[in-house]
């Protein structure tokens, strides 16, 4: 069982920048993918990005060039640095590390950005 846990979510104005961490209580190694997803209100929950144990990285449309997922083994640590925010970047944002057979989900964290 591994538990992941988020952290630097918060309330930001429009074109202001967050980074979220997701630390795991294990290794990182062995995980196939670790991504970042979120949820807005009344909206089904998307994948945001991705990174594969090959390193090949995975934004959605509306991401891409603003975001940046990375990883930090030593510290078993994913990042999701998200820069010129936006109004519509609001929501609960979820880390998930896919370890092939099982796969694991952070509790979420809420960011807010104001316009």
């Known amino acids: 069982q591994v538990q992941l846990v988020e952290s630097g979510g918060g309330l930001v104005q429009a074109g202001g920048s967050l980074r979220l961490s997701c630390t795991a209580s294990?290794?990182?190694?062995?995980?196939?993918?670790m991504a970042w997803y979120r949820q807005a209100p009344g909206r089904q929950r998307e994948l945001v990005a991705k990174?594969?144990?090959?390193?090949?990285?995975t934004y959605a449309d509306s991401v891409k060039d603003r975001f940046t997922i990375s990883r930090d083994n030593a510290r078993a640590t994913v990042y999701l640095q998200m820069d010129r925010l936006k109004a519509a970047d609001t929501a609960v944002y979820y880390c998930?590390?896919?370890?092939?057979?099982?796969?694991?989900w952070g509790q979420g964290i809420q960011v807010a950005v104001s316009s």
């Open positions: 294990g290794t990182i190694l062995s995980a196939n993918a």
């Open positions: 998930n590390f896919d370890y092939g057979n099982n796969d694991y």
């Open positions: 990174l594969t144990s090959g390193g090949r990285q």
